[in-house]
């Protein structure tokens, strides 16, 4: 029984003993996991992202002016007209019947103006052989005037009575498809506060365009003539082309967000776009092409003092190299060092030393697209690992997921 007891403590101990040895001994060790991206070459774009509604270039609705039942339709749906093409018929009944309503009274406008003008001229003449009155004279003069201009109103009223006649037929006003008909045979239209929309006809089909509303805080990058690509949900796999026409000033706003209408041209040839589609649009603000670029990751990663290589400055004694990174980059600012008319400052990213510890190199970064940067300056080059974070603080013997390839290394 003891010696069994015996046994079992003495495996305790080793085991104990053992852990601890394995433990203290890694736990002692300084090694730490950076996580690396490598500087490539190629293209950076910026781009602004937006929704929008496809629409006609030109879209035009179709009213009548003037009150009535609807007598005959000669278009439908999708149908193509030609400009002073008849595609409605309003019924002229009543308008005929106006029509004739005012000739009447022009006629007898017509004949009193002529009788009062006879008289006239007879009370003129027995005026200048002193058979007249001059009041009868005046009195004879005024009614003729009246008359004259009694005739005259009677004439704009035919005018206008054959002007609603013509309304009742309704016209083509461009060449073009039509798009929606909000009428039918029999339907009345009243034109009495507002013109009624009988028709939409959209010019030309092959030319669309994109109504996109971009974000106040990305408005500032879009300029006039930049390519745009965008999909609709109808054709998910295919892309579609357009060029930025016009930024209208004016703002629109939902639920306090400001946006600003950005026209985007777009040609369809083999029109598959739509009226009404929803266009998710992506804006080139900037593009540069074959360039080294660096995930902007590699920005953000900050190393702990210690992970810092020291080093000697003139005097022999230890210099931190990350003040002295500071130093460097003040210097290089007030130098204007970097591309002429880029406004970015200059910056460090880090990589291994000789010694196994982090050291700072130079560039002055460029344009950035949200997962790379260029860079424009720096002593740096394609391949270089660049170190973007730190995977593990407190390594173990054991191989760990990191230790694969794609993943970090310890130093």
């Not at 093409?85 to 017509?110: G, M, Y």
């Not at 971009?214 to 879009?222: H, P, S, T």
């Not at 540069?288 to 992970?307: H, S, W």
């Amino acid at each position: 029984m003891k010696s069994r007891i015996i046994i079992i403590v003495v495996l305790l101990v080793v085991v104990i003993g053992a852990g601890g040895f394995f433990y203290f001994s890694s736990g002692s060790s300084t090694d730490v996991m950076y996580r690396f991206e490598k500087v490539t070459r190629g293209d950076v774009q910026v781009v602004v992202t937006a929704t929008g509604t496809v629409s006609a270039d030109t879209t035009v609705e179709v009213g009548t002016q003037v009150s009535g039942t609807i007598q005959k339709l000669y278009v439908d749906f999708n149908s193509k007209v030609k400009k002073g093409q008849i595609i409605a018929l309003i019924d002229p009944t009543f308008l005929q019947s106006a029509v004739q309503d005012a000739e009447a009274s022009l006629e007898k406008a017509k004949a009193q103006t002529d009788d009062s003008k006879r008289t006239y001229l007879r009370e003129k003449d027995l005026l200048a052989k002193g058979l007249a009155a001059q009041a009868d004279y005046d009195a004879a003069i005024t009614t003729y005037e009246s008359n004259t201009a009694a005739q005259k109103s009677a004439q704009s009223q035919l005018d206008r009575a054959r002007i609603n006649l013509k309304y009742a037929t309704i016209t083509a006003p461009i060449d073009g498809v039509v798009i929606s008909r909000a009428v039918d045979v029999g339907q009345t239209v009243a034109a009495s506060f507002s013109t009624p929309t009988l028709f939409t006809i959209a010019n030309d089909l092959t030319k669309m365009q994109v109504q996109a509303a971009v974000d106040e805080a990305d408005i500032g990058r879009v300029q006039d003539g930049e390519d745009v690509l965008f999909t609709v949900d109808a054709y998910p796999d295919q892309t579609f082309h357009g060029t930025v026409t016009q930024i209208r000033l004016l703002p629109v706003t939902v639920q306090n967000v400001i946006t600003y209408t950005v026209v985007i041209d777009v040609p369809n040839p083999d029109l598959k776009l739509m009226p009404g589609m929803t266009a998710t649009t992506t804006i080139l603000v900037t593009k540069k092409e074959n360039v080294l670029k660096i995930p902007t990751i590699a920005f953000r990663f900050q190393p702990l003092p210690d992970q810092i290589e020291v080093r000697k400055d003139s005097t022999g004694a230890p210099e931190d190299s990350a003040k002295a990174a500071e130093r460097r980059s003040q210097y290089a600012q007030m130098q204007g060092g970097g591309a002429a008319g880029q406004g970015s400052k200059p910056t460090r990213l880090w990589v291994v030393g000789k010694s196994k510890k982090l050291t700072p190199i130079y560039i002055r970064p460029g344009i950035a697209d949200g997962t790379f940067t260029e860079i424009l300056h720096g002593k740096v080059e394609e391949g270089q690992e660049i170190v973007v974070g730190v995977m593990s603080q407190r390594p173990t013997a054991a191989a760990t997921p990191f230790s694969q390839p794609g993943g970090g290394r310890r130093f």
